[in-house]
């Protein structure tokens, strides 16, 4: 009974021994580094004295041509910010936002929509990827809560591309998008 209790301690041991070696081979020897193409850092890291890049991330969102993440240099502004999205929309608050106020790393810029402006070139619709809420609200069984689902549904997955896409807002029902699609453009 000795011996097979030896062996199983010998085999745990054996055991033991190579789940130790295979977690530190992962230490000594980085499995990805055996890649002959090494992926881009996405900010370079500068050498020397200086600890930071001299570039920031910024998240630009809101009424912008082209809302996402930009790299700016540190000591931008709003401003810097908003243009490199692309520039405001024509339907842009900017009164609302102080565009000379400086920007930090990791900050989010929102740029709201002017709830009172509309498309002069649409025909009297109403564009639902710049309507404000007012205007939203001006829609045919749209009213406040719906108009916020519709701007939020815009702010978190960009903007529609067709009218159809509407009918993703939750209270949109086919029933109360066939009552806006004549009214409604893009």
Do not use: W
């Amino acid at each position: 009974m000795g011996t097979d209790g030896d062996k199983r301690r010998a085999i745990l041991l054996c055991l033991g021994i190579a789940f130790i070696l295979i977690g530190l081979s992962f230490f000594v020897l980085d499995p990805l580094s055996l890649r002959t193409e090494k992926p881009v850092p996405a900010v370079e890291v500068s050498e020397g004295k200086e600890e930071s890049s001299g570039r920031i991330l910024v998240y630009v969102v809101g009424a912008v041509k082209n809302p996402g993440v930009y790299e700016i240099p540190e000591g931008s502004h709003y401003f810097d910010a908003v243009k490199a999205a692309g520039d405001v929309l024509p339907y842009a608050d900017v009164n609302a936002v102080n565009m000379a106020e400086p920007v930090t790393e990791s900050m989010k810029i929102y740029i709201p929509l002017d709830p009172y402006m509309k498309d002069p070139g649409a025909a009297g619709l109403v564009n639902i990827n710049t309507a404000g809420k007012k205007e939203l609200e001006s829609l045919p069984g749209i009213g406040q809560v719906t108009a916020e689902k519709i701007i939020a549904y815009r702010e978190e997955h960009g903007n529609f591309s067709s009218k159809e896409d509407l009918k993703l807002v939750p209270s949109i029902s086919d029933g109360k998008f066939k009552k806006l699609a004549d009214k409604i453009t893009l």
